[in-house]
C-alpha cells in the first residue's frame, strides 16, 4: 500500500460526507444560489473565498451557478496549529477589487466559533457592498460564540474535528475528496 493511504487509513475516524453527497449538495446550494440572485436581479455576484480551505468547495460551488460570477479571495488567521481557536484573528490577504455596490457572497469551509467570520463580515460591510451574505460547506452550531448569520450552509455537523474536501489539520488533508473525522489519537 502506498504509505500516504496507510497514514490516512490510520489516522481517518469515519467519514461524514463522501464525495457524492458533497457534489450533491453543492449542486442544490448552486441551484438555490441561481434563484435567489437572479430574483434580486444580480447583474454581478462576487464569490469571495477564504483561502485556503474554501477552496475545493468554491471550485465546485462556481461551476454549479448560473449567475454572471467573479471570484476574489481572502485570507485570515485564527487558527495557528492545533484544533482550536486563538481568538485573535489576522487579515493575511485583502480582496483584490473594490466591492462598493455589488452583491458579495462570502465562501467558507466551516464555521466554528464564528470569531473569524464576525470580524470579515464587519471588515467588508465597512465596504458597503449591494448585498453581503456568507454561504458555509460546514456549520458547528453548537461551538458559536458569536451570531452570525448564514444564508447557506451545507451541512450541520457536531463538535467533532473534521478534515478533507479543503478543511486542514496542521495544513494537511485539505485534498482528500471526502469529509471525515480525524481520529482523537491523531492530534493528541
Ligand atoms: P472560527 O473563527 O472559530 O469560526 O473558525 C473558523 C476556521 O477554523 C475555519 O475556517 C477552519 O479553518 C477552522 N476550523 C474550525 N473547525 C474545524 C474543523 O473541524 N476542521 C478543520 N478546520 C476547522
Ligand atoms: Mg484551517
Redesign the pocket.
Known amino acids: 500500500m502506498n504509505p500516504w493511504q496507510k497514514h490516512v487509513d490510520d489516522i481517518m475516524g469515519k467519514v461524514l460526507f463522501d464525495q457524492q453527497t458533497l457534489q450533491r449538495r453543492v449542486q442544490e446550494l448552486g441551484r438555490q444560489i441561481t434563484a435567489d440572485y437572479q430574483d434580486a436581479d444580480c447583474d454581478e455576484l462576487v464569490m469571495i473565498g477564504?483561502l485556503?480551505?474554501?477552496v475545493p468547495f468554491m471550485a465546485d460551488l462556481i461551476r454549479v451557478i448560473d449567475l454572471p460570477v467573479t471570484i476574489d479571495f481572502m485570507a485570515?488567521s485564527?487558527?495557528a496549529h492545533g484544533?482550536r481557536?486563538s481568538g485573535s484573528?489576522r487579515i493575511l490577504k485583502d480582496i483584490n477589487d473594490a466591492i462598493t455596490d455589488k452583491h458579495v457572497l462570502v465562501v467558507?469551509?466551516?464555521?466554528?466559533?464564528?470569531?473569524?467570520?464576525?470580524?470579515l463580515t464587519e471588515l467588508l460591510e465597512a465596504r458597503k457592498p449591494r448585498s453581503l451574505h456568507i454561504c458555509t460547506l460546514?456549520d458547528?452550531p453548537s461551538?458559536?460564540?458569536t451570531e452570525?448569520p448564514v444564508r447557506y450552509r451545507g451541512f450541520e455537523?457536531p463538535d467533532?474535528?473534521?478534515?478533507g474536501y479543503g478543511?486542514?489539520?496542521a495544513g494537511h488533508y485539505r485534498h482528500l475528496p471526502y469529509v471525515g473525522v480525524?481520529k482523537p489519537e491523531a492530534y493528541a
Open positions: 477564504i485556503r480551505g474554501s485570515m485564527s487558527y484544533t481557536t484573528v467558507e469551509d466551516i464555521i466554528d466559533t464564528g470569531l473569524t467570520l464576525k470580524c460546514l458547528k461551538r458559536r460564540l452570525i455537523i467533532e474535528f473534521v478534515v478543511l486542514d489539520f480525524l
